[in-house]
């Protein structure tokens, strides 16, 4: 019994020596391919991600050039791979673009997003900031933009709430499908510039 069983071993290795020893010597690059193939691949920031988002129209949004202004190269921005609180330092600009899912936002310079932005708490825009968003954003808190700050949107806002625009404050809207919808209150003091088209949705700007 036992001289069986080794024989039966005996063959099994042999053929498995023989199977690796044809691929190894006969087509290394066959093996290479295949253990390539096997390797995950990481995202290539001057490619879009695979799905397609849609805003009014059926335009894609991923569309290389679709965004005017800060945004027009926005395909070659990174996903955003930070913490939970996306922090934009005074002489450090951000851009990215894709799925952005974060608890807060706070910009003392400049932030470019294009793609899908939700928010779980507030966003504020300081002195001197400025915030291009191109696609969709969703935030659950308020969303604040102090003196001299701009907030510049190419496509649809949904804030739950407050809208706060303190004095000298500029919001921009750009191409002709922007919108935007405040759920809570709307607190727009003196010397706030609007520019652009866009749908005031829920009737509390204009």
């Keep these: 019994m036992k001289t069986k069983f080794l024989s039966l071993a005996l063959i099994g290795a042999l053929a498995f020596t023989s199977c690796q020893s044809d691929i190894n010597s006969e087509d290394p690059q066959e093996v290479n391919d295949i253990q ?25 949004l991923h569309e ?10 926005c395909d ?22 894709g799925e952005v899912d ?9 932030l470019n997003i294009c793609g899908t932005l939700s928010v779980n708490k507030n966003v504020v825009v300081n002195y001197g900031g400025i915030f291009n968003l191109g696609g969709e954003m969703i935030a659950e808190g308020d969303v604040k933009v102090n003196h001299n700050g701009h907030l510049v949107i190419e496509g649809k806002v949904v804030i739950k709430g407050d809208l706060v625009l303190n004095d000298g404050a500029l919001v921009r809207f750009l191409g002709t499908e922007s919108a935007i919808e405040v759920l809570g209150k709307t607190k727009i003091n003196k010397n706030v510039t609007f520019e652009g088209e866009f749908n005031d949705v829920s009737n509390k700007i204009k």
């Design 102 to 110: 974060v608890t807060s936002i706070a910009i003392n310079d400049q």
């Design 36 to 60: 390539e193939s096997l390797k995950e691949k990481k995202h290539d920031v001057n490619k879009w991600h695979d799905e397609p988002f849609f805003i009014d129209g059926g335009l894609k």
């Design 76 to 97: 070659t921005y990174a996903h955003y791979e930070g913490g939970k609180n996306l922090t934009v330092l005074q002489n450090s600009p951000q851009s990215y673009h």
């Design 64 to 73: 290389p050039g679709f965004f005017q202004g800060a945004l027009a190269n």
